[in-house]
């Protein structure tokens, strides 16, 4: 379900709610370099929204490893779901069943390290596989005295 504000862009609430008052929030990408910076757009502007600018660098710079990795080797279409609980959860669903794959490179290489950056920043991370592909998640802690971002209710509009 996707809201009149947003429509025709991508990004829509999905139904179910946080324990904030928020719904998830998603976004449709295609396979193409030009997603990576779409994902860091879209996670910065859900996380103003929902009063958590604390967590744009750190949610950004990991939606950006997730994204890149489908782009470079799953090379499907995806989807970035960003859903409020008790702790933030960032999923990237794509249609490749092949599991990620942390790899040990030389230090001077230039890439191979967007897993151990999500390990390293996250409270908790993974990957679960189904038949139409897979879900690489990872989950951060909401900055400390975080209400939600209400002041007056929701403002989601």
Known sequence: MTSARDA???RGAIGRLGR???????LELPPVSSSVARARRFCRAVLADWGASDLEETVSLLVSELVTN???HARTPCEVLVSPSDILRV???DRDPRPPVRKDHDPEAASGRGLLLIAGLSSRHGADQDEAGKRVWFEVEWPAGWNGGATSGNHRG
């Open 70 to 72: 489908v782009v470079l």
């Open 91 to 93: 999923e990237v669903l």
């Open 8 to 10: 025709g862009n991508g």
């Open 20 to 26: 904030v008052g928020y719904a998830a929030e998603r």
